[in-house]
């Protein structure tokens, strides 16, 4: 995957958020997606260089948003952040 082409995968929009990779994804403009559309599938696009967020195609604006860990603040203090990435690095590479 190439910044000026990055790979597009599809993930099941849901009350708690997406998953990507065994990692969960939530903010408020996701779930206000989730409000006007219902559970659906969305277009995302996985960070390759930063596991902490991931980029998800808003349809009815037409531009890609930044999605957040949905644990982030709590990862983050505890510096756990480093070792996720190392996961999926790993099970990437394996």
């Known amino acids: ?5 990055p790979v597009t995968i599809e993930r099941r929009l849901k009350c708690d958020g997406i998953d990507v990779h065994g990692i ?8 206000r997606l989730r409000a006007e559309f219902g559970t659906t599938s969305v277009r995302v696009i996985p960070e390759s260089d930063d596991v902490r967020y991931v980029r998800v195609w808003h349809s009815s604006r037409s531009i890609w948003i930044k999605v957040p860990l949905a ?10 952040i ?4 190392f996961g999926l690095y790993s099970r990437e590479h394996e």
Do not use: H, P, W
Not at 1 to 5: E, F, G, P, S, V
Not at 24 to 31: C, E, G, I, K, T
Not at 71 to 80: D, I, K, N
């Open 82 to 85: 480093d070792e996720l990435a």
């Open 71 to 80: 644990e982030f603040e709590r990862l983050a203090t505890q510096g756990e």
């Open 24 to 31: 969960r994804y939530q903010s408020s403009v996701l779930q």
């Open 1 to 5: 995957m190439t910044k000026n082409n």
